[in-house]
């Protein structure tokens, strides 16, 4: 296995298992869901999960296979990172550096400089 494979596979794999954990859909999914969900050959996909297992990443369960505490955290970094233009506030939103959370009254300024930065002058 080629070692840049390895990493990009690991971080579908993490990715996946994460946001699937995170939604209730699968705690410790099977190789063969996960090879559904991410569109390989679950014969592939074997051999990288008894990898991620021995780089302790995965724990094998009676089943599936579960993210170990290292596991969450790097598959949680990874979707941070892979999904962060999507994740991040969009115009007019806030983040949890926002001035705005110095206070209730910051918070209900800043509301309403964002409600008349949205609506239309009539000039």
């Known amino acids: 296995m080629d070692e840049l494979e390895i990493l990009r596979v690991r971080d579908e794999v993490l990715q996946a298992m994460y946001w699937m954990r995170a939604e209730g859909l699968a705690e410790a999914p099977t190789a063969a869901e996960l090879a559904r969900f991410l569109v390989v050959p679950a014969g592939t996909l074997g051999a990288y999960l008894d ?24 598959g949680k970094r990874t979707f941070a990172e892979e999904f962060a233009d999507v994740t991040k506030p969009g115009h007019g939103e806030c983040d949890e550096d926002c001035w705005c959370n110095a206070s209730p009254e910051e918070a209900m300024r800043c509301c309403g400089e964002q409600r008349t930065e949205q609506v239309p002058s009539h000039h």
Do not use: M, N, Y
């Not at 302790?56 to 790097?74: I, K, W």
């Open 51 to 74: 990898r991620f297992v021995t780089d302790g990443l995965l724990e094998p369960t009676d089943q599936g296979f579960r993210l170990s505490a290292q596991g969450v955290e790097t």
